[in-house]
């Protein structure tokens, strides 16, 4: 038992350390390696973290509704925990991704914000899942909250295709998909994949946080009754 | 059941016209909005039109949030929630029933608003009654679909209707959006392909709302 437990804490700080090489090689990769743009310059490297954290923005909050809607069907807490864990992540990734592109639109477009389709969708995606968090932190009781939060998470989900297809079905001033070099795009991908793995790792960690919390609550709730 | 979807839409209805505390408020509020906007913006004719739209469904929007949140704030007292859980028929029909209770209202509120708005900004909207039609049908639509389902988990929740609007502004952007420039074109006397698109739009959020309303307001309102 002892022994499981300990190969599995090795496992998991190889799975972290090699996740955090990839990330770190990925950002010196978009700070050192990738080509400088002509037009935009230095300021251009934003996009290797805007379009990680935006890529991962959408695959948390789609794993939210997925997590939701999973908790809906076999009613185990574990699955609010994925949810919540997701939401949490996904919420930071979407705010760092309106302000990367914040700053990156500065430099491209003059302006730190605009109404162009896409960033009003994002936005708007934002809004949603900030109000899922709050919803979340505003019901006590486990049950109702994994209800509640799941409905939420899976009517939100809605958003995810306009923010993807936005581009192609209104014209406005972001880019599509880019043509980019071959090196820079190894980046973009390099990056993406970094991001990627480290922050699933994190998600992953903070469901097992939550369910630890979960387990000592009922723990204590028991004591207690006994006690009493 | 379909009787039965029938009493309960008229159950809201008729305690609506004997209290009389939900319609009159939201007539009001949606008529001093349009008021304020009218009377602040002194616009030339032009650009009265391509800002009628965004300040119809804005008033529509603040003031249909007070029906909207009454359809289930009003269940709350003297036990009204658990005398209509008892009712034999499923949590869907009772979505259902809220949900077309809720167009009604929206619908009754812009028909004040309309031609108010056409009296204030002298905007042709009237030029195109049917197409004006089928964008205020289906944004009614769309927000009452969003609207009750939000309602209802906020009732569930027991919390303030602050929080139905928090929840429910983000939601209804895209309805908003679609509606306020779909209005447009209609007050601009251009409706061509972009119209027809932002109808599309709105089609596909409707039909998906009313569907995901139907499907999950089940575990919304269960104990």
């Known amino acids: 038992m002892v022994k499981k437990a300990r190969n599995r804490a090795k496992g998991e700080v190889v799975a972290l350390v090699g996740a955090s090489l990839l990330l770190t090689a990925g950002l010196v990769a978009a700070c050192f390696v990738a080509p400088t743009e002509k037009t935009m310059g230095g300021v251009q490297r934003i996009m290797y973290l805007h379009v990680a954290v935006a890529w991962f923005a959408l695959m948390a909050f789609a794993g939210t509704a997925a997590g939701g809607a999973t908790y809906l069907v076999r009613r185990n807490l574990i699955w609010d925990a994925w949810a919540q864990?997701?939401?949490?992540?996904?919420?930071?990734?979407?705010?760092?991704?309106?302000?990367?592109?914040?700053?990156?639109?500065?430099?491209?477009?003059?302006?730190?914000?605009?109404?162009d389709p896409r960033l009003t969708a994002a936005f708007v995606l934002w809004g949603i899942y900030s109000g899922y968090l709050i919803v979340r932190s505003s019901v006590e009781e486990p049950h109702q909250r994994a209800r509640i939060s799941a409905v939420l998470a899976i009517v939100g989900v809605v958003d995810i295709p306009l923010v993807i297809l936005a581009t192609r079905w209104f014209r406005g001033i972001h880019p599509a998909a880019p043509q980019m070099?071959?090196?820079?795009?190894?980046?973009?991908?390099?990056c993406v994949a970094g991001l990627s793995a480290f922050l699933s790792l994190l998600v992953w960690q903070r469901q097992?946080?939550?369910?630890?919390e979960r387990l000592v609550g009922l723990l204590r709730a028991r004591v207690q009754d006994r006690v009493f | 059941m379909y009787a039965k979807l029938w009493w309960l839409i008229q159950k809201d209805l008729v305690s609506e016209y004997r209290a009389r505390c939900v319609w009159p408020p939201m007539l009001v509020l949606g008529m001093a909005v349009a008021?304020?906007?009218?009377?602040?913006?002194?616009?030339?004719?032009?650009?009265?039109?391509?800002?009628?739209?965004?300040?119809?469904?804005?008033?529509?929007?603040?003031a249909g949030t007070i029906a909207i949140d009454r359809s289930f704030g009003a269940e709350r007292e003297d036990g009204c929630w658990e005398a209509l859980c008892l009712y034999p028929i499923a949590p869907s029909?009772?979505?259902?029933?809220?949900?077309?209770?809720n167009v009604v209202a929206l619908a009754a509120l812009q028909c004040v608003l309309i031609p108010l708005m056409v009296a204030f900004s002298d905007v042709p909207l009237f030029a195109h009654p049917g197409d004006l039609l089928v964008v205020v049908s289906l944004g009614n639509v769309g927000l009452a679909a969003v609207g009750t389902l939000l309602s209802g988990l906020v009732m569930s929740v027991g919390r303030s209707s602050s929080l139905l609007a928090l929840l429910a502004l983000p939601m209804v952007v895209p309805?908003?959006?679609?509606?306020s420039e779909a209005t447009r074109l209609v007050a601009q006397d251009t409706l061509d392909t972009a119209w027809w698109r932002w109808i599309q739009l709105l089609i596909v959020f409707d039909v998906l709302f009313i569907t995901l309303g139907m499907m999950l307001f089940g575990f919304v309102v269960e104990e």
Not at chain 1, 97 to 103: A, I
Not at chain 2, 175 to 179: D, E, H, K, P, R
């Open chain 1, 181 to 190: 070099e071959p090196s820079m795009r190894a980046v973009l991908l390099l």
């Open chain 2, 93 to 101: 029909w009772v979505y259902l029933a809220k949900f077309l209770v």
């Open chain 2, 35 to 62: 008021l304020v906007f009218s009377m602040q913006l002194e616009l030339l004719a032009e650009q009265k039109r391509q800002l009628v739209g965004s300040l119809l469904w804005l008033a529509t929007f603040f």
């Open chain 1, 85 to 115: 864990a997701a939401a949490e992540l996904g919420w930071v990734c979407c705010s760092l991704m309106l302000l990367t592109g914040s700053l990156w639109a500065r430099k491209a477009w003059g302006t730190w914000w605009t109404w």
């Open chain 2, 175 to 179: 309805i908003l959006l679609a509606c």
């Open chain 1, 208 to 212: 097992r946080q939550l369910d630890h």
